[in-house]
């Protein structure tokens, strides 16, 4: 147990932090005690940021997306109309409602509105077809659906079987019968009733390997001690402008939005991510802040020099990405057109935030996942729950007060000794930076020996001529599995299997070379930038 000293230190070091990010600032006492009110009938619940941005900030701009700007006090009134509006669904207040919107107003209005009811939230995931989200609104209980107009088609494949769901639009370019803007609309003014129910959050996992999961989230976020973590490791200002473009349904994404919120920062976002644009609205809004999935650096970096050199990106202070391995050399490259500005997140919807990589780290090492963050031990064990030493590759086991309560199904993550398994392998090295091999379920097995996809990728992704690599294992007679990859070539570059397998030869065991290469245009991702590899098992076995 801290003594007395120690705990009055942790206290000054909190306070110290949040004077730092300007959370504490110079205030009216009645501004502080109506926010204080303000979040307490919000239930202190996971959307309680955005009640205490309207006390604190009301005209400030809260979110500006392609229908425009709302202040804090504008989204507040719109999201208790909505609430209010949900309450009163002939159908009665739906008790979980499935959110399928890209990132616009509509989507937090959504989000905040059905919290703030206690109604239970699932955020879908905007890549899904009819039947993986019927499985998902089937097994969640999903009774309202709110959804942009383009995934019409696919909601009403997925409650076929639910013929009095209740179904939203969010985002329409023509008329439908009910929208949350008409709801607004027609509530405009209206206080929702406080039930004193506290919803679930529901976040749903990549489901890149099999049927994504639902990850419960109960509690009221990330706590003073997390909320100092990501304070210290990364420079967030209160009442600052970032851009959004990681999708917000995603585990990154929304802690993205909720946290903005909880600082009371600008939220600026587009329905689509394009890069050019993303470098446009940093500049024209000053943005200190940029929030990304990994794949997106690479579409940035991706623009001819000409397009790029358009926009300087100096008002960044932080361009934080998390959800799937980093390209070393687009790292490089990032920072040395834009500043030392990359804070690679190893975050996992079960557990929160992991670890985190700052510009030093990734200068010292790119393809780190960083240091663990604070109030967060990180070890490397073996099958046995032995822990390795620095450089030994293991299971990652994770221990941290922000871990979920369990998917569901009912079931949870494999656990030992309160330290939970992050389902990916890795190692440490000497300087306590971790670095993530891979999935612990991708480890192919060929002719008795361990491969490990990424240490191939990352060989093929060094040759000039190739872009990215994926690498799986397919099943072989003869080893049990083989190895296969597929490149995307550099443009006008004419690499060949044989000169690739050849580059993999000459920088590893051969035993590590693919026996088949193939060149896609593209490699297939989720909307959050992950590889779907069951996509290329397909291609193989199909």
């Given amino acids: 147990m801290a003594s007395p000293l120690d705990q009055v230190r942790g206290v000054l070091g909190i306070v110290d932090t949040l004077a730092r990010a300007r959370m504490i600032a110079p205030m009216r006492p009645d501004r502080y005690l109506r926010m204080a009110a ?37 989204l507040d009134e719109r999201i208790n109309a909505l609430a209010a509006a949900l309450q009163q669904l002939p159908s009665g207040q739906p008790k979980v409602i499935g959110i399928m919107c890209r990132n616009h107003r509509g989507f937090v209005e959504a989000l905040v509105a059905a919290n703030r009811i206690g109604s239970d939230v699932v955020l879908l995931n905007t890549s899904f077809a009819g039947p993986a989200m019927a499985d998902v609104v089937n097994r969640e209980g999903v009774d309202a659906a709110i959804y942009d107009e383009e995934f019409t088609e696919t909601v009403d494949r997925a409650l076929a079987d639910k013929p009095d769901a209740t179904r939203i639009v969010a985002w329409s370019d023509g008329p439908h019968e009910l929208t949350v803007e008409k709801l607004i609309a027609t509530h405009t003014g209206q206080q929702p009733q406080r039930t004193g129910d506290k919803g679930r959050m529901i976040l749903l996992t990549s489901g890149t390997t099999g049927s994504p999961k639902g990850a419960k989230q109960s509690g009221g976020g990330a706590g003073i001690g997390t909320l100092k973590a990501i304070l210290d490791r990364t420079p967030w200002r209160a009442e600052e402008t970032i851009v959004i473009v990681a999708p917000m349904f995603h585990a990154w994404g929304f802690s993205q939005l909720i946290f903005a919120a909880s600082m009371s920062c600008t939220i600026v976002t587009r329905r689509k991510f394009d890069p050019e644009a993303t470098l446009e ?20 970096m991706d623009l001819p020099d000409d397009v790029r050199k358009r926009y300087s990106g100096k008002s960044l202070r932080f361009a934080a990405a998390s959800g799937s391995r980093m390209r070393p050399d687009v790292v490089t490259a990032f920072m040395d057109q834009f500043g030392d500005v990359i804070y690679n997140n190893y975050n996992a919807t079960e557990a929160g935030m992991i670890a985190t990589a700052t510009p030093a780290d990734l200068r010292a090492a790119p393809d780190t996942a960083g240091k663990p963050a604070g109030g967060t031990e990180i070890r490397i064990m073996d099958p046995e729950f032995n822990e390795l030493p620095a450089g030994e590759v293991g299971t990652i086991y994770v221990r941290n007060d922000t871990q979920f309560d369990g998917y569901t199904s009912g079931k949870t993550k494999d656990f030992h000794a309160g330290f939970m398994s992050s389902g990916d392998v890795g190692y440490l090295d000497d300087a306590g930076r971790l670095f993530v091999v891979g999935r612990d379920d991708e480890m192919i097995v060929s002719g008795g020996e361990n491969v490990y996809p990424i240490e191939v990728e990352k060989i093929l992704a060094s040759h000039p001529e190739v872009a990215e690599a994926a690498v799986i294992g397919v ?25 690739l397998k050849q580059h993999v030869r000459d920088n590893l065991a051969n035993y590590k070379v693919p026996r088949e290469i193939s060149v896609l245009d593209e490699l297939p991702r989720s909307s959050t930038g992950k590889i779907v590899r069951a996509d290329l098992q397909a291609r193989v076995t199909g």
């Fill in 38 to 74: 303000a979040m307490r009938r919000e239930g202190m619940g996971m959307t309680v940021g955005f009640a205490g941005a309207a006390q604190r900030c009301p005209d400030r701009p809260a979110l500006i997306d392609e229908l425009g700007t709302l202040t804090w006090r504008q």
């Fill in 281 to 300: 609205l940093v500049d024209r809004h000053r943005a200190t802040g940029l929030a990304v999935v990994p794949v997106m650096f690479d579409r940035i």
């Fill in 475 to 499: 099943a072989d007679e003869q080893y049990g599995q083989r190895l296969a990859a597929f490149v995307v070539l550099e443009p006008g570059s004419s690499a060949t299997g044989d000169g």
